[in-house]
């Protein structure tokens, strides 16, 4: 009878172990995180020789739903031209719109933008960072130098997050938004 006893006493403490450990959330998984809905990009570009702004945006209501975006820009740039560039994003699905960008400076430590160009030439560099120790690039705010050659190619935008984790590294997280722009060096 002792051995049943002791059976059931080990069978019972594993039970709940394994209930206590399935309730806590796992280290760096985002299944039990509170997800954020981003339904808009909007892509503000000044042109550091002449001060002029130029705004492109992203926006599908939706977010991942099965209606197409309502709106996608082509990016259009002058050869030879900085910028000054900046990244505001929204979820529009709510009345006011909710501003993620503030939640993503609020969670800096966390999160990274990366950036890169396809068929085009454009070279990224951050302006802004987060207060990790060293620190590392957010990517709200960049400076885009255009190259000399014109044409048509691709700017490819990917927020990562990266909660405890946040290396520099664009395979390191989960992704939250990542978009590629049609772009136009003229």
Wanted: aromatic share 6%; charged share 25%.
């Amino acid at each position: 009878m002792n051995k049943i006893k002791t059976l059931f006493s080990i069978l019972t403490v594993t039970v709940l172990l394994t209930a206590l450990h399935s309730c806590k959330p796992e280290e760096n998984n985002c299944d039990n995180c509170e997800s954020e809905l981003i339904t808009s990009v909007y892509v503000s570009l000044t042109d550091s020789a002449s001060g002029a702004v130029s705004r492109f945006a992203f926006r599908d209501l939706d977010g991942d739903g099965s209606n197409a975006p309502v709106q996608f820009d082509t990016i259009k740039l002058n050869a030879n031209r900085t910028y000054n560039v900046s990244l505001l994003l929204l979820d529009e699905s709510k009345t006011p719109a909710d501003t993620i960008s503030n939640e993503i400076l609020e969670e800096a430590n966390d999160h990274q933008f990366f950036y890169h160009a396809h068929d085009i030439t454009v070279d990224f560099t951050y302006r802004d960072q987060d207060s990790n120790t060293p620190s590392l690039p957010i990517g709200l705010l960049t400076k885009w130098v255009v190259g000399a050659t014109t044409g048509t190619g691709e700017i490819h935008v990917t927020l990562k997050h990266q909660p405890d984790i946040k290396d520099g590294n664009e395979a390191t997280g989960d992704t939250d938004v990542e978009i590629e722009f049609k772009a136009q060096v003229q």
